[in-house]
């Protein structure tokens, strides 16, 4: 699986848009990108995933570059509760083999 | 759908004991479970692989004879940490795939074992 890499650490004030970058420069063809996230002291939620699309759900939309070489997660109104550690991660789609955690970005909101 | 539970949520044992973690699909069969280890601010770590009725899969530098891994359903897969030490104590998570198709792995809530 291709290498992600991803800021230490941001701050988001509640009710903004909180944008979290992932670099990802060797992906291939084949492999998605995912987003989870973990929660203090509790197992890894997951968020969204895609191949080339923008996509978007109910918690969280995600925007890949035409290259593929990055995407972004964007949290469309940030709350206290989206406080947490987001990872990316790129893989082969679906569930095929296992999921390699990188350090991830710990995203501050704060009132 | 796709709910994964595991049990204890937190666990204080002495050391030289054995501690058991449980990890159960509720709502699907779990063909693969996936055992990892999280120490504090640090990433979580691939300790092993399981498939239902086959010997897990370690990762390297992760003992086997220490983590017993076993997976003996669909739904059931168990992590005993034998004769623990303080050096032992760590979130332990678990994840398993069968019932979310591209969604790819569903987490159980951890588990906080504290060797004192």
Known sequence: DAKTTQPPSMDCA???AANLPCNHSTISGNEYVYWYRQIHSQGPQYIIHGL??????????????????????????????????YYCI??????????????????SVKP | GAVVSQH???????SG?????ECR????????MFWYRQFPKQSLMLMATSNEGSKATYEQGVEKDKFLINH???TLSTLTVTSAHPEDSSFYICSASGGQGMRGYTFGSGTRLTVV
Not at chain 1, 71 to 85: E, F, G, K, M, Q
Not at chain 2, 8 to 14: G, H, M
Not at chain 2, 25 to 32: C, E, I, N, R, V
């Open chain 2, 17 to 21: 004991t054995s501690v058991k973690i």
């Open chain 1, 14 to 16: 509640e009710g903004r």
């Open chain 2, 25 to 32: 699909s509720l709502d699907f069969q779990a063909t693969t």
């Open chain 2, 8 to 14: 204890p949520s937190w666990v204080i044992c002495k």
């Open chain 1, 52 to 85: 080339k699309n923008n996509e978007t759900n109910e918690m969280a939309s995600l925007i890949i570059t035409e290259d593929r070489k990055s995407s972004t997660l964007i949290l469309p109104h940030a709350t206290l509760r989206d406080t947490a550690v």
């Open chain 1, 90 to 107: 790129v893989r082969v789609g679906g569930s095929q083999g296992n999921l390699i955690f990188g350090k991830g970005t710990k995203l």
């Open chain 2, 72 to 74: 003996a359903s669909l």
